[in-house]
């Protein structure tokens, strides 16, 4: 892979917000999955679960937590979950990175299955309680983010994307120079 198919890659995965209802196949799910299990973690420490939710009653369930349409009819639902208290934390202040790692799971998770064709859309609106109550969330874990996965109902390239440009998010060797 060069760096310009990674581009085109990182391109390619916008939010997606309307799905077919077609199930996406379980090895091609596995993949997504397997995606976001190689993702990197401080100390290496993997603090996470990805709940993966395809029952329809489920996915209902989940809705409660946001109630989006398109969310919680989609095929399939990822739930990244850390277990801060598995996780690495700074000696110097304490900062813990269970949701650090969390996030790049996700991230990893999100660009596979862009790879693969199908959509994708981070979820942090959603009520915390709710949703761990829909998944059956054990004590001390928490949920990082949860996402649709399935095939995007309409072409995602279509729509325009939004950054802000390289030059208005780079620093160059300090913040002040
Ligand atoms: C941490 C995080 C939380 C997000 N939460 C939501 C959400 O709850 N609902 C939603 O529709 N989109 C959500 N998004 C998607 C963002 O709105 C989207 O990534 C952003 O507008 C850029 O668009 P793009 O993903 O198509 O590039 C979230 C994204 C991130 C990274």
Same mark, same amino acid.
């Given at each position: 892979m060069t760096l310009e198919d990674f581009l085109e890659l990182a391109e390619r995965r916008k939010s997606v917000r309307a799905y077919r209802p077609d199930a996406v196949p379980e090895a091609v799910l596995k993949g997504v999955l397997r995606a976001a299990s190689l993702a990197p973690s401080a100390c290496n420490r993997q603090p996470w679960k990805f709940v993966l939710v395809t029952d329809a009653a489920r996915r209902r369930a989940l809705g409660m937590a946001y109630d989006r349409e398109w969310f919680w009819t989609a095929p399939a639902i990822v739930a990244v979950c850390v277990e801060p208290g598995a996780a690495w934390t700074r000696a110097? $202040?304490?900062?813990?990175y269970a949701f650090v790692d969390g996030a790049i799971a996700m991230d990893h998770l999100t660009l596979a299955a862009a790879a693969a064709g199908l959509g994708t859309c981070w979820i942090g609106a959603f009520e915390p309680g709710a949703a761990a109550t829909a998944l059956g969330l054990p004590d001390g874990w928490e949920i990082v983010a949860m996402t649709p996965v399935g095939?995007?109902?309409? $072409?995602?390239?279509a729509r325009p994307r939004s950054r802000k440009s390289l030059g208005e998010s780079l620093v160059r060797d300090r913040w002040d120079s």
């Open positions: 110097y $202040d304490g900062k813990n095939f995007p109902a309409a $072409d995602p390239s």
